[in-house]
C-alpha cells in the first residue's frame, strides 16, 4: 500500500556516506521533531536525476529553509559509496542529505517502488517528493512514469 499524507513515514535504516565513512541513519530518530523535504529518485547518475532533481533542491535551497524545512534529503535505491559520489560530483556539500537505500527497504515500506529491469536496473523508487513534519507526511509528490514535474523543488517551494 502506498503511503498518503497524514501517515507516519516507516521504520527503517538508510546509510549515509560521510567523511568519516559509512553511517546508519534510523529513520525515526532522523524525521524526529523537524520538517523535513524528502526527494527520491530513480537513480544516482540518471538524465534527469542529475540535469534537473538534484540541481532543483541545491539550488532552491535556501528558499526552501526560508519557508521553514529544516533539512532537505534525497534517496534513492543506491548504495552510500555511489550517494556519497554523486555528492561529490554534483557538489551538494551541506545542502542536501544523501539516504541511500540500497536494498530499497525505504521505497518499499512506502509502496513507491518501480519496475526499471527493462533498463537493467531491476527495482527502484518511483520518482517523488514529500514533506515530512515530525516523521509525518503532510505533501505527497508522485511522478507518473517519464515525468518530472510534481516532485521538483520548484513545485514543493510553491506547497509551502
Not at 11 to 26: I, N, R, S
Not at 39 to 64: D, N, Q, R, Y
Not at 81 to 91: D, N, R
Request: hydrophobic content about 40%.
Amino acid at each position: 500500500m502506498t503511503i498518503k499524507v497524514g501517515d507516519k513515514i516507516p521504520q527503517v535504516t538508510f546509510t549515509k556516506p560521510g567523511d568519516a565513512g559509512l553511517e546508519a541513519v534510523d529513520s525515526d530518530t532522523y524525521f524526529a521533531g523537524r520538517k523535513v523535504a524528502l526527494f527520491a529518485v530513480p537513480g544516482a547518475f540518471t538524465p534527469t536525476c542529475s540535469a534537473k532533481h538534484l540541481p532543483g533542491f541545491i539550488e532552491k535551497a535556501g528558499e526552501l529553509k526560508a519557508k521553514g524545512i529544516d533539512e532537505i534529503a534525497c534517496t534513492s535505491v543506491n548504495d552510500a559509496f555511489v550517494m556519497g559520489a554523486w555528492a561529490k560530483t554534483s557538489s551538494t556539500g551541506e545542502t542536501v542529505t544523501m539516504l541511500a537505500d540500497g536494498n530499497g527497504t525505504f521505497a518499499e515500506a512506502v509502496g513507491l517502488t518501480m519496475d526499471g529491469s527493462k533498463f537493467g536496473m531491476g527495482t527502484r523508487s518511483q520518482r517523488y517528493s514529500m514533506l515530512i513534519e515530525d516523521g509525518v507526511v503532510t505533501q505527497l509528490n508522485v511522478e507518473g512514469p517519464g515525468e518530472f514535474k510534481v516532485s521538483s523543488a520548484e513545485h514543493m517551494l510553491a506547497q509551502l
